[in-house]
């Protein structure tokens, strides 16, 4: 059951894209899609909570040799555990999510933006669920690719004027530019026994590297995912990607395809190379810190509502990473900086997803509010008003949501190394709290007016919408007041690897 | 009482406020007032329930734990309420005035808009305090903490079309989030240096294991007291207080009597034994408190707007209190807070009565003569502004707790960094600033006492669009329940003072175990006497048009008040445009053009490289057949002048 179950995870989102592909009826895509999401969200919720409430997950596998013809031992294998049942989690919430806010302007789009955005699902799930290393890649660039259909045949010239194509080009580059060290890396630690250990057996495939060899196959894996994520200093193709991209897209690109780089920190670094990362955290924290900061001091400096979020998103994935690292470097805090930093990708995810689809619904054609050019919204949008600055003050972690207790358990364990990085990725958090609240302030509060003719605000929030931004707030709350739900099993599965003697 | 009650404090209001947040639009006003005044009152009525079981004044206490909040192998918290002597007090403080403030609320928002919004924000404004208040540890303190911080901001940016509000609003918000920022390192310091974060358990072992660990033990303080000052708006982080004002009445009483501004009092008081071990942090709490209460009371005396006056007087007031703290004497300091919050409650209310009636004018040049035709809300404004001042023993609901303060700090010393303040020396300061208290508040009640110009009764300005309500022309009381209000408290003020006289309320904020310094007759009966003098004179210059206006043009004369320190809020805004926020700006800016920049055009750095590259080497394919033939020989060369060396070398293949 479990595993027809992992195997619906990873397979539903293929077919329903191949499904998407095949000519049909244009008029009943969004419609369509909005079901399979809630299948989705079924199946991935059944098997999140399944794999939570096990001890030890669940798995499923297709024998040793997956590749019949060659010498080449590769296990096809999935698995979901406490650690990574969130990711699932977060993935099946977020697609219902999309599909329901940006339903309206979806009728313009065709059958390729939903197989696409389907396709990027497949990916993320596979990433997501996959122990073999291929498996992984192989789901990794399909996650890309999609994403590189989805943005070249929809995208839309940027607020900025960054043009589709040459921005698209850029993201590509870049992460390539982080896949391909990647990919050597796998090559290099399945050429050992000529076998593909997986993500559960990687951190005995690299004891027998020669200690530079695993240097070099560490710093392989810490490149593709710090693109990824990404860290301070890879970031260089964020913001006018989230510019280009559909809003579906964006929403998408950064709640759940950010965590692939938040997935490989805390599966592939964090148990494999645990003398690399010791030795590096100082630095790392530091790039993770110094993220936080300038994301959130770059904030201040936006005009548009858009370009914030994007940055939000690098402040708030540094703050993820800083848990990370200062679990590698404290063995003390190995447990709650990596559960701190689980709570966090899922609720992250939850919380993003919502800004990013409110951002697009403020105003006629997906556009995003500009500083300036519009007050007063709040008079025609009250929901959408309420629900956006409920979002960033989630974002912000106001305890009693849902974002705050991840958040304490990364700042306390960083605490633990020192009050510094504490103290800069939390004035990081802080300014770019405050500038939200500033740019939601402008383009709402004040006297109702609009300064440019092509700017058309767009209606409330329907009744459907406000019902899922209020269950999702319930979400929001539950795990803000309760996070144990998820916060136990989670690291019940952390302190089960940890006493196993991997992460330090 | 079961323990399990005690989550209903907190869960009544809470509820309430998510039931009229989330279908409040649908109901009649009298049903979100009704539903509104309910909550806070069900919660009093609990409160007062635990109080007859006798927690008051002893060391008993209730508990109830709800197992871990938030729980890992290296850091713990627990949802876990408490709820000793001190407690119980706080509890009674918050749900009497809530209940009251409420009620009254349902009279002043009558005719406004969105009412569901205010009052549900009012509900959780005092669920969240009672989180704060019954809370055993410092991360769920921070819940509540957070909570109140977030319904001041609700409730400032009410009015949020007009001018000015949007701003008031973040600045409460922003500077909150700065304190909450110092307080969540303090409560991470304090579980570094002690283990726990659990209020019963780190007093139980808080004195006995300081040694050896003094560093964190003063980091923690100083963290947490930065979270304490911009809650309780101590200087350097006070300026959002008067900003505040911008809220409806009713919120600034909330916020100035029973919540927000005491939590930062609450905390360092709960946490003495922590503060007793650090005397630099006691001796930062003396000198802010000490700028803070020069600032309050000076900016007092030359407000106009009513609110803004009562808005410096309880900076003021929580600097008293903060000096009580800073001289080792949480006791003091939390009597004050009791005395301050019954005499604050009744002037922001009665303020709030007069500017009802008087179509949201809040400038007090303009209200002469309006407490005439408003006989309730003057009784009730004279009661608070003879409280605030401490004029009259047994009446005065802030004298016994004032001369508390003031005898606690005669008896102590600032000692710090070096440098040493006597206790005396100290007691006359305090003494000479307080008694401004008698002329500002004077001042207020002479200006609105006075005959009304011709022109004062109408002004001719813009109500805004929030002043819908019809009864144009001369002010009168129209609602019952605002009357209702301000008799109910111009007659607890008293009683409290009659009470706090006693040793009873003393016992009751320590828990048994305060001991009452015994008050000097003769050293206060001089001031008193003056303190009296003092109030009679102001309110006869002021509450005559002819000789204010010969006593403010002798002053203006002077120029004092019109220019320097006392116009431009002695310099704190502009101090942080140029130091804080133009240079975040700059960085900013630059941040964004030139690094930006840079990280992006990494990858076309690459490009132009690869560009270059391939371009030299295109230079190679010159498509001429002897150039390529030159290659193959020398190719051809170099392989066997390889295969030759190899062979010289090694002898063999």
């Given amino acids: 059951m479990s595993g027809i179950l992992l195997l619906a995870a990873l397979l539903l989102p293929l077919g329903v894209a191949v499904h998407f592909l095949a000519p049909g009826n244009r008029a009943t895509l969004a419609g369509r899609s909005l079901f399979f999401a809630w299948v989705y969200a079924a199946v991935a919720a059944a098997a999140g909570l399944l794999a939570l409430g096990s001890e030890g997950g669940i798995a499923l596998a297709a024998g040793q040799h997956f590749l019949p013809t060659s010498r080449f031992q590769m296990e096809a294998r999935l698995f979901l555990d406490g650690r990574n049942a969130a990711f699932l989690l977060l993935l099946g919430l977020c697609l219902p999510v999309v599909f329901t806010f940006l339903r309206d302007r979806a009728e313009s789009y065709g059958r390729g933006h939903y197989a696409s955005a389907w396709m990027l699902a497949f990916g993320l799930a596979g990433v997501f669920l996959a122990d073999s290393l291929l498996l992984f890649y192989f789901f990794w660039e399909a996650a890309l690719v999609a994403v590189y259909f989805w943005i070249g045949l929809y995208g839309k010239t940027s607020h900025r004027g960054a043009e589709v194509y040459p921005t698209l080009l850029r993201f590509v580059l870049f992460t390539l530019a982080g896949s391909l060290p990647m990919l050597l890396s796998i090559a290099a630690v399945c050429a050992v026994n000529f076998r593909d250990p997986g993500l559960q057996g990687l951190p005995m495939a690299v004891q027998a590297l020669s200690d530079v060899t695993r240097g070099w196959v560490f710093l392989g894996f810490l490149v593709g995912f710090a693109v990824k994520l990404p860290l301070f200093g890879f970031h260089g193709w964020l913001r006018d990607t989230y510019g280009v991209a559909p809003a579906a897209c964006r929403a998408l690109l950064s709640a759940a395809m950010s965590k692939m780089g938040a997935f490989g920190l805390i599966f592939v670094l964090a148990p494999a190379f645990p003398l690399e990362m010791q030795v590096l955290a100082p630095w790392l924290m530091t790039l993770a810190a110094a993220g936080a900061l300038y994301g959130g001091l770059l904030m201040l400096a936006q005009d548009h509502l858009l370009d914030l979020l994007a940055y939000a998103s690098l402040s708030h994935l540094s703050i993820l990473a800083l848990g990370v690292f200062a679990a590698a470097a404290n063995g003390d805090v190995a447990v709650t900086g990596l559960s701190g930093a689980v709570l966090i990708v899922f609720n992250h995810a939850l919380i993003m997803v919502l800004l990013f689809v409110l951002d697009a619904r403020v105003l006629e054609g997906g556009l995003s509010p500009d500083r300036g050019l519009l007050s007063g919204l709040r008079a025609r949008q009250r929901r959408l008003f309420a629900f956006l600055l409920l979002a960033v003050f989630a974002s912000a972690s106001l305890p009693g949501l849902s974002n705050f207790p991840g958040e304490v358990l990364i700042y306390f364990a960083a605490f633990t190394i020192s009050p510094w990085f504490t103290l800069v990725a939390g004035l990081g958090a802080l300014l770019g709290a405050a500038a939200l609240v500033r740019a939601l302030h402008e383009a709402f509060l004040g006297k109702p007016a609009v300064r440019r003719p092509d700017l058309l605000p767009a209606a409330d929030l329907g009744r459907g919408e406000t019902l899922l931004a209020l269950a999702l707030s319930a979400v929001w709350l539950v795990l803000g007041l309760c996070p144990m739900l998820l916060l136990g099993p989670v690291q019940r599965a952390f302190s089960l690897i940890h006493s196993m003697g991997w992460m330090g | ?653």
């Fill in chain 2, 1 to 653: 009482m079961r323990p399990l009650l005690l989550l209903a404090l907190p869960a009544l209001p809470a509820l309430s406020a998510l039931i009229l947040a989330l279908f409040g639009g649908r109901f009649s006003y009298n049903a979100v007032g009704t539903l509104a005044t309910a909550a806070a009152g069900a919660a009093f009525a609990l409160a007062l329930g635990f109080a007859a079981t006798g927690l008051l004044g002893t060391d008993a206490y209730l508990a109830l734990d709800l197992g871990p909040w938030m729980a890992t192998d290296a850091f713990q918290a627990a949802f876990k309420l408490r709820l000793d002597s001190l407690g119980m007090c706080m509890v009674l403080l918050v749900t009497f005035f809530g209940f009251l403030i409420t009620a009254y609320s349902v009279g002043y928002m009558r005719h406004d808009r969105e009412q569901s919004r205010f009052f549900a924000s009012l509900n959780l404004f005092v669920a969240s305090m009672l989180t704060l208040v019954l809370a055993d540890n410092l991360v769920l303190i921070f819940l509540g903490w957070e909570g109140v911080g977030l319904c001041s901001y609700l409730l400032i940016g009410h009015y949020w079309d007009e001018k000015g509000v949007p701003l008031a609003a973040f600045r409460a918000f922003f500077v909150n989030r700065i304190g909450d920022l110092l307080f969540i390192l303090g409560v991470f310091a304090v579980f570094v240096a002690f283990g726990t974060v659990s209020l019963s358990e780190l007093s139980a072992l808080g004195g006995t294991q300081i040694p050896g660990r003094e560093w964190w033990a003063a980091f923690a303080a100083l963290l947490l007291l930065g979270g304490a000052f911009a809650k309780s708006a101590q200087a350097p982080l006070h300026v959002w207080l008067a900003d505040a004002m911008a809220g409806p009445t009713p919120v600034s009483a909330l916020i100035h009597a029973a919540t927000m501004v005491t939590a930062g009092i609450y905390l360092v008081a709960r946490l003495d034994w922590l503060y007793a071990a650090v005397p630099q942090a006691r001796f930062l709490i003396g000198i802010c408190a000490l700028v803070t209460l020069v600032v309050g009371a000076f900016m007092a005396l030359t407000q106009h707007d009513i609110k803004k006056i009562l808005a410096y007087s309880t900076l003021s007031n929580l600097a008293l209190m903060f000096l009580a703290l800073a001289a080792g004497s949480s006791q003091a300091a939390l009597l004050h807070l009791f005395g301050h919050a019954f005499f604050k409650a009744l002037l922001f209310l009665s303020a709030g009565s007069v500017i009802f009636s008087a179509h949201h004018e809040q400038d007090a040049r303009r209200l002469g003569g309006s407490l005439k035709a408003l006989p309730v809300t003057r009784i009730a404004f004279w009661v608070g502004c003879v409280g605030g001042a401490g004029l009259i023993p047994f009446l005065s609901a802030g004298f016994f707790t004032k001369e508390a303060v003031l005898e606690s700090i005669r008896l102590s010393a600032l000692d710090g960094f070096g440098i040493h303040v006597s206790g005396a020396a100290l007691y006359w300061i305090v003494l000479a600033v307080e008694s401004l208290s008698a002329l500002y508040l004077f001042r207020l009640l002479g200006y609105l006492s006075a005959k009304p110009a011709a022109h004062d009764l109408h002004p001719v300005h813009d109500h805004g669009a929030h002043d819908a309500h019809g009864h144009h022309g001369a002010p009168k009381e129209t609602s019952p329940l605002i009357r209702a209000v301000l008799i109910l408290l111009a007659l607890a003020a008293p009683l409290f003072a009659l009470f706090s006289g006693t040793p009873k309320l003393l016992a009751w904020v320590t828990g048994g175990h305060g001991h009452a310094e015994h008050l000097h007759w003769g050293h206060v009966l001089p001031f008193l006497i003056l303190n009296l003098v003092l109030a009679a004179a102001t309110f006869w210059i002021f509450s005559g048009n002819a000789r204010r206006t010969a006593v403010t043009g002798a002053l203006s004369k002077l120029r004092f008040g019109n220019r320097g320190p006392l116009t431009h809020k002695f310099y704190f805004d502009a101090l942080y445009d140029r130091i804080i926020v133009l240079p975040l700006k700059v960085i900013a800016w630059t941040l964004a053009l030139v690094f930006e920049t840079l990280f992006i055009g990494v990858i076309s750095l690459t490009g132009l490289l690869g560009r270059g590259l391939s371009a030299s080497a295109r230079r190679l394919q010159t498509g001429r057949a002897h150039h390529y033939a030159l290659g193959i020989l020398l190719g051809a060369v170099v392989l066997s002048a390889f295969l030759v060396f190899h062979f010289l070398r090694n002898r063999s293949f």
